[in-house]
């Protein structure tokens, strides 16, 4: 069985051979009638030249169709690998939009600040101070160098499980102490207290009896 190639070069040529004896007789045509021209002698030779190009023509076509079919045969299947599609521009919609791109942002919580309810007892000094959401934090420096972070927020007392229960005045409050830190925990009116130090809770305790 004979290749394409052998099959498109055989059809080439008796295309060419045809065409070529066409032109051959219109050429030979023209040789019988030399008044009507100037010049034969031109004449043939552009003969001669469209009589070459034409032989390539068929070549030139059948290469342009094989590298058309060798592009699509190399291209198909990493077209199928990567997913390429090519949508249909007649019938092709914008994506759509994602819902969650269009709900609108929540606002934030605005929490009050909790001002201390009464100043500070002597050698205790506010240094600084921040909102952590619902809770004000006040750093306050002690003479000591005990400094305390006092924390107030509104609420219900926590769990005091495994804090040892003191009265002072006629509050009680609940506290710990531990080789690392000292805590008092209680509750004036609807806000919640706080405190903690690096060494002695007496030192929470002395700045507790000017809130109680």
């Given amino acids: 069985m004979r290749s394409n190639d052998e099959l498109f070069r055989e059809?080439?040529?008796k295309y060419a051979q045809q065409y070529g004896q066409l032109l051959h007789d219109e050429l030979h045509e023209l040789e019988r009638q030399p008044g009507e021209l100037p010049s034969t002698d031109g004449m043939a030779r552009r003969v001669r030249r469209k009589?070459?190009?034409?032989?390539?023509?068929?070549y030139l076509?059948?290469?342009?169709v094989c590298a058309a079919c060798f592009a699509v045969v190399l291209l198909l299947p990493l077209a199928l690998r990567t997913g390429v599609s090519f949508p249909?521009?007649?019938?092709?919609?914008?994506?759509?939009?994602?819902d969650a791109a269009e709900l609108p942002a929540q606002p934030q919580q605005d929490f009050a600040v909790i001002p201390l309810t009464a100043p500070l007892p002597s050698g205790f000094n506010e240094?600084?101070?921040?909102?952590?959401?619902?809770?004000?934090?006040?750093?306050?420096?002690n003479v000591y160098r005990d400094n305390v972070v006092l924390t107030l927020e509104k609420g219900?007392?926590?769990?005091?499980?495994?804090l040892t229960a003191i009265t002072l005045g006629d509050t009680v409050i609940y506290g710990t102490q531990?080789?690392?830190?000292s805590l008092l925990t209680f509750q004036s009116g609807e806000v919640v207290y706080e405190l903690t130090c690096r060494y002695d809770i007496n030192t929470?305790?002395?700045?507790?009896?000017a809130f109680l």
């Fill in 88 to 98: 249909d521009s007649a019938t092709s919609t914008p994506p759509a939009h994602s």
């Fill in 178 to 181: 531990t080789g690392s830190y």
């Fill in 51 to 58: 009589i070459a190009a034409e032989k390539r023509k068929p």
């Fill in 204 to 209: 929470l305790l002395k700045l507790s009896e």
């Fill in 61 to 64: 076509r059948i290469a342009t």
């Fill in 156 to 162: 219900a007392l926590p769990d005091t499980g495994g």
């Fill in 11 to 13: 059809i080439a040529e």
């Fill in 127 to 141: 240094t600084g101070f921040e909102q952590d959401n619902g809770k004000s934090v006040y750093y306050i420096e």
